[in-house]
């Protein structure tokens, strides 16, 4: 997945927001998108949701256009590739699509160098207190489920791991609680991680 940095070099090439998101949750943006890093974290959690929904149709781009920003995203196996544009009159921007692919196609960071700090343990005690909150008599099941599916290792907690056990149980709990209170719970938990 690209990095800040990268990101940050594809706005001289003429990205005017550029980001990348991957389907374990992790999000990056250049500055140019810094006040928009939420919401696209947000809105690539829900695409990679409707991606696993449609199982073997595969989308590859997304253009959506808005009165005042349109957004274009380009997909893959391991995530998305995107940048925030004013709109045009026509949707299809083909010179943003090149310009995605080119960044696409760089060699990609090795997960070790990807990997973040450690985080301490402690942290997950938190999650889990704020989680009972939300869903009560649940919370074991829930939280011990997306350990397990996330494939979380206690003894060595990385924050892109804590990310996305976020996200998972932000996904779990909007099915019992309603996406508002999902949502809410993301945006506390999130905060335990900045």
Do not use: C
């Not at 997909?75 to 709109?87: A, C, K, R």
């Amino acid at each position: 997945m690209m990095d800040k940095e990268s990101l940050n070099s594809a706005v001289s090439q003429g990205l005017q927001m550029p980001f990348a998101a991957s389907i374990s949750g992790e999000t990056h943006v250049a500055d140019s998108a810094a006040a928009y890093r939420e919401q696209i974290a947000q809105m690539a959690m829900v695409i990679f949701e409707t991606m696993n929904t449609l199982g073997e149709i595969k989308i590859e781009k997304i253009e959506i256009k808005g009165d005042e920003k349109s957004i274009i995203v380009k997909l893959d196996e391991e995530g998305m590739l995107g940048t925030i544009v004013e709109p045009a009159e026509d949707i299809v921007r083909p010179e943003i699509w090149k310009l995605l692919q080119g960044m696409r196609t760089r060699p990609a960071v090795t997960p070790a160098e990807r990997r973040t700090a450690l985080v301490d343990p402690s942290v997950l005690e938190t999650i889990k207190d704020i989680l009972a909150e939300y869903v009560g008599d649940f919370t074991d099941r829930i939280f011990q489920n997306q350990l397990k599916n996330q494939n979380i290792r206690i003894e060595e907690l990385h924050s892109e791991d804590v990310r996305r056990v976020i996200l998972a149980l932000s996904k779990a709990t909007s099915m019992i609680v309603g996406r508002t209170k999902g949502r809410e719970l993301s945006k506390r938990l999130i905060e335990l991680v900045k």
